[in-house]
């Protein structure tokens, strides 16, 4: 039971078995030496525990790993399959909320000269701290470990047991994009496999034709077109406020397929292709695509403002739904991960404008006059790739998930050099489709991996 001694508030959530806590010794610089070492400003950071089946003093502590957004009670509720995990095994369920998202602040503020703060080091410390905590005040020192996260902390699950292994017995490192890259072409490559993988080259080639057609409009300067068809909130006065359309634009179906039937109610790959082929007007079918986007997403217009948009990225006032600029940070300073158009062989490749030049304007205008492209060979090297070589780590990943083409696959397997690594690739599924709970429409693809991570599960705890 958890009492005030420890200085935790206990706060009431919407999730009956999830209790949501603040740990109050969360150190902002975990690397500081300890006479400088300062607490969190406000309520510390955020997590919740789900006790519904932990067995409790000595059995297992199952710890999702939070990342580039606010966490919720959700995360430990039967929507996740390691709710069937901690049923299987009587474990204690946690969620650790990420710094510099969510309500989990170390700072007042998110000012670039805060978010020196913000770092994967910095986060695996704190769960390194934060683990400690929760098993010394449960008094279960011994109970072991599994750590879980998804797409960046995935990363994070990977990277937590190469650096921490006295903390967790075992990780799953779920659509782990490990490679830090700056320029990342290729998930506009996947983009175009997984169109072809469920609809055939006719729906890649609409998305194509359509795309030269907004490139011819642009190429003649008809900037008016553009903004009558696709509701455009404000006029394009530069290429700038026109990279922004694109990008949202291409951001759209790049949703789409990286989440991939993970969403009830929610246009998959089969919809949006159904949309582009109706007609032999591809650039029609397009509009009308983007309108049904909008419409799903609660829009009335399309933006096309740079200034909007380095507004909201610029902003360093603590904001628990502004995820973009600390995320865009992350990507300025460590891991790139610049969805660029430059590809030849993707349906999108004549928008040229989308290029790294686009990523690297972003970073210069949110961060104070940045110029600096990501450290991505210090990451590589810090934490070794797909060469990571920690031990007791399952990465499972889709075949059209984007985020893929970063991540440890069958191809890549090989590379991993500790036999206890083992790579999950699944045929037809998107991102971290393996962390939810199953469903009938799963694929056996999906079924089999679940069974893979469930034994591998039951290895580390035995």
């Not at 089946?53 to 966490?71: K, M, Q, S």
């Not at 039967?78 to 901690?86: D, G």
């Not at 969620?95 to 969510?102: I, L």
């Not at 949309?275 to 997403?297: E, I, W």
Request: proline residues 4%; hydrophobic residues 35%; aromatic residues 12%.
């Amino acid at each position: 039971n958890f009492n005030s001694k420890s200085g935790l508030l206990k706060t009431t959530t919407t999730c009956p078995e999830v209790d949501q806590y603040w740990y109050k010794d969360a150190v902002v610089d975990n690397f500081a030496p300890v006479e400088h070492q300062q607490k969190w400003a406000g309520e510390g950071q955020r997590y919740w525990i789900n006790r519904q089946f932990w067995g409790g003093v000595g059995f297992p502590v199952l710890v999702f790993i939070g990342g580039e957004g606010a966490e919720s009670c959700n995360r430990l509720t039967s929507r996740m399959y390691a709710y069937n995990l901690a049923q299987e095994h009587r474990a204690m369920l946690v969620d650790v909320e990420h710094r510099f998202y969510g309500e989990s602040y170390p700072t007042a503020d998110m000012s670039t000269s805060n978010l020196k703060y913000l770092s994967a080091d910095q986060a695996l410390a704190d769960l390194a701290r934060i683990i400690g905590h929760i098993k010394s005040d449960f008094k279960t020192k011994d109970s072991k470990v599994i750590t879980i996260g998804g797409s960046y902390p995935g990363n994070l699950a990977g990277w937590f047991r190469l650096k921490y292994p006295s903390v967790t017995h075992g990780s799953i490192a779920s659509s782990a994009p490990v490679i830090a890259q700056t320029n990342f072409p290729e998930y506009m490559d996947v983009v175009g496999q997984a169109l072809i993988h469920f609809s055939g080259q006719k729906c890649f080639d609409a998305f194509e034709s359509a795309a030269e057609k907004v490139a011819s409009y642009i190429n003649a300067g008809d900037y008016t077109r553009l903004e009558t068809d696709f509701k455009t909130c404000s006029k394009i006065s530069s290429t700038n406020d026109l990279k922004v359309l694109l990008g949202d634009l291409m951001g759209n179906v790049q949703g789409t397929i990286q989440y991939n039937n993970e969403h009830n109610g929610v246009m998959n790959a089969t919809d949006i292709c159904a949309t582009m082929t109706a007609s032999t007007d591809y650039y029609a079918n397009f509009v009308s695509l983007q309108a049904l986007y909008r419409t799903a997403n609660g829009q009335e217009c399309e933006d096309a403002s740079w200034a909007d948009t380095v507004a909201y990225l610029s902003n360093p006032t603590k904001d628990s739904t502004n995820a973009g600029r600390p995320w865009t940070y992350q990507t300025c300073n460590e891991f790139g991960y610049y969805q660029t158009a430059d590809s030849q062989t993707q349906p999108f490749r004549s928008w040229k404008w989308l290029d790294l030049k686009f990523s690297r304007d972003i970073c210069y205008a949110a961060f104070n006059g940045w110029t600096s492209d990501p450290q991505v060979e210090w990451i590589n090297q810090n934490y070794g790739d797909i060469h990571i070589a920690g031990t007791n780590i399952a990465f499972p990943s889709g075949t059209i998930d984007p985020w893929h083409a970063l991540g440890v696959q069958n191809s890549t397997a090989a590379l991993l050099p500790q036999p206890t690594e083992q790579s999950v690739f699944i045929e037809g599924t998107a991102h971290c489709a393996d962390l939810y709970a199953p469903a009938n429409s799963d694929p056996e693809s999906l079924k089999y991996a679940r069974e893979v991570i469930r034994s591998l599960v039951s290895k580390w705890l035995a």
